[in-house]
């Protein structure tokens, strides 16, 4: 049908031209935070792209969301503006006939965005977050870059070193400064490098002194020596007890009902729910006045999607702190916008006859 293939095909492009633009600034934003966390030494510099690429993935959802929307509410706005829309009801279709050939263009995405919170979601978070930990609990040692100051891990040490050029594994010039028990100690050699005994790594220093000072007291010791040799380990790696709830399985999540676990599930449930109940709420907040167009009705329908994310993370939150059931949150918040939604879609096909007969009430009162 014309009206059908029609609507589809405008309905398609705009949406892929609103997903780019939409994830053009994502991915900017998304690139300075990563790049922020760099250079505070949160992430290892040559995993940016990984972590930026994992970050987009899972804000590939909302986005998809975002997207669908705003693509509906411009396409059936513009139509308002050209009297499309004039054309079609007067030809005996109501509002409530453009849902049908719109969830049949959008069908693809609502499925994409199911399978994005179900399964890339947690897989995400998942490797996002043990690219973090292995580069926070890495060794003091390992931390160290040739010619820049390093902090350790607790912010006690600061380490700074130059490579050798002759040796890939040495190190000199090398400088050492903790602060521990009111002990401030300096090290400082002329070299240094790592020997492996079986199982055991060993820091080998040469030529250098130490210095400890107590700061409570003012007492200063000041060593020298030709070798040092101190036993460490750089493999040590701090385990995590308990899997935060993000990095679970959406399996694992139901199959443990925790408060903290049915808090994450309202927020994957959540994002599926908001995909179909946008799309229906977007065809009643297309309206546009033909008589005064604007822009106001994206703005408007703009902050109405964003009160309903922010919706979602509220009743999660809720649901964290046992305050709400998780059924409850998911049907008091997304039946209600579904409601809402439903009900937007029948007061525009009823508004002009409800209009009419108030007139009319008015006309034979007087």
Known sequence: M?????LRREL???FGATLVVLLTIVITMLLVRTLSLAASDVVEPKDVVLVLGYTTLGQLAMILNLSVFVAIVVTLGRMYRDSEMAIWFASGMDLARFVRPVLRTIWPVLLVVCLLMAFAWPWVNRNSSELRDRYAQRSDLARITPGVFRSSADGRRVFFVERDLRDDVSVNNIFALSNKD??????????GRIDVEGDDRFLVLESGQRSD???ASGETTLAGFETYRALIDIHALRRVQEA??????????????TQRNQAELVWRFGLM????????????LSHVNTRRPSSLNLVFALLGSLTYFNSINVTQSWVANGRLRMATALIALHGGVFLVAMALLWWRDHAAVLHFR???RRVLAA
């Open 182 to 191: 009111n002990i401030e100690s300096v090290v400082s050699a002329h070299s």
């Open 2 to 6: 014309l009206f059908d293939s029609s």
């Open 273 to 284: 729910f908001a995909a179909l109940n946008l799309s229906l709420l977007a065809i009643g």
């Open 358 to 360: 108030r007139r009319t």
């Open 244 to 257: 935060p709830p993000k990095t679970m399985d959406t399996i694992d999540l139901v199959r443990a009902p």
């Open 213 to 215: 000072v107590n700061t």
């Open 12 to 14: 398609a492009r705009t």
